[in-house]
């Protein structure tokens, strides 16, 4: 009553309207920043898959082009890839092989076949030499007749020299798991690592942690979003430092030779941020849990690349 007599229940009445108004503009606003978000994020991820699609017609008719333009491009004969008991009866075959004197060569090739072989390889392979250097980094099998010319593509590049003999020089521990090694894969969320004794695993460790995926919005909140990420993952890479200290120089672990595997950027900020000195890094593209993860990492880690030229 001395509401309606002082006039203040009118304005008390316009003042709930006015907020009720406010909240659903308010909501309004919201629904179109969402709306908007998402229409950006769409054109977004169109663009992206025209621009690839632009880049693969360019690469096709680029081929293409080639192709016409070259009909004798060369080519290896045979591709495989090899690992387990076929990898173990390729390299029985080439070690069983022999020749005369200075007749067979292994040559492990960086980059490209070195100027000290490469005439001789050309005496042999002639203009087939430059599949060779498209092959880099390899290690070739090649004896002085051309009956036998292959190269593979190891999971552990040996540090030798070219060498002519009477058979190939190869070594079981390029290609195969022998003896005790450690295999670790790391990934931003993910960590696994295996002791092993040849080929069976003898010790584990693992772990996940929380890292954010990916984020559709722009704007301050993305900018918030990444830097929660980056400090996400910078926390993990600690966890996966801790847990490779054991085969620093100095750790307990030390004299067992580790292989490192996993997302790229990762391993090579692992490696070079720590004291860790890998016998052997590897991109691999393991997915799921971190023990099966494990496994598949491993797998196509010792996979080795046979070609015959």
């Known amino acids: 009553m001395l509401d309606e007599l002082l006039g203040r229940a009118s304005l008390k009445q316009r003042?709930?309207?006015l907020e009720a108004e406010t909240e659903r503009l308010r909501k309004r606003?919201?629904?179109?920043?969402e709306r908007r978000a998402e229409a950006a994020t769409a054109r977004q991820e169109v663009e992206e898959r025209n621009n690839r699609l632009?880049?693969?017609i360019a690469q096709l008719e680029g081929e293409l082009e080639q192709f016409e333009d070259d009909e004798t491009a060369l080519e290896v004969r045979r591709r495989e890839q090899l690992r387990g008991a076929r990898l173990e009866d390729v390299l029985d075959r080439l070690a069983s092989f022999q020749t005369g004197p200075e007749g067979a060569l292994t040559a492990v090739i960086d980059d490209e076949v070195p100027d000290t072989i490469r005439d001789d390889l050309a005496d042999v392979l002639g203009e087939r030499v430059a599949l060779i250097d498209?092959?880099?980094p390899c290690l070739c099998c090649i004896d002085d007749a051309g009956l036998l010319a292959v190269t593979l593509e190891p999971p552990i590049t040996p540090d030798v020299d070219a060498t002519w003999g009477d058979r190939f020089e190869l070594?079981?521990?390029w290609f195969l798991p022998t003896g005790r090694h450690a295999v670790a894969l790391v990934r931003t969320d993910l960590f696994a690592c295996g002791v092993y004794e040849g080929d069976e695993r003898v010790d584990y460790r693992g772990f996940e942690s929380d890292v954010k995926g990916s984020h559709s919005k722009g704007g301050f909140s993305q900018a918030r979003f990444e830097r929660i990420r980056d400090d996400q993952i910078d926390t993990h890479l600690e966890r996966c430092r801790e847990a490779l200290a054991a085969y620093e120089p100095?750790?307990?672990?030390?004299?067992?030779?580790?292989?490192?595997?996993?997302?790229?950027?990762?391993?090579?900020?692992?490696?070079d941020e720590s004291g860790l000195e890998p016998t052997a890094t590897a991109a691999v593209d393991a997915t799921g849990d971190p023990e099966p993860a494990l496994?598949?990492?491993?797998?196509?880690?010792?996979?080795?690349e046979l070609q015959v030229l």
């Open 15 to 17: 003042i709930d309207e």
């Open 29 to 33: 606003y919201e629904a179109e920043a």
């Open 54 to 56: 632009e880049d693969r």
């Open 134 to 136: 498209e092959t880099a």
């Open 171 to 173: 070594e079981r521990e």
């Open 250 to 271: 100095g750790g307990e672990r030390a004299e067992t030779p580790l292989v490192l595997v996993g997302q790229r950027g990762i391993v090579d900020t692992l490696v």
């Open 295 to 304: 496994a598949d990492a491993v797998r196509s880690f010792w996979t080795t």
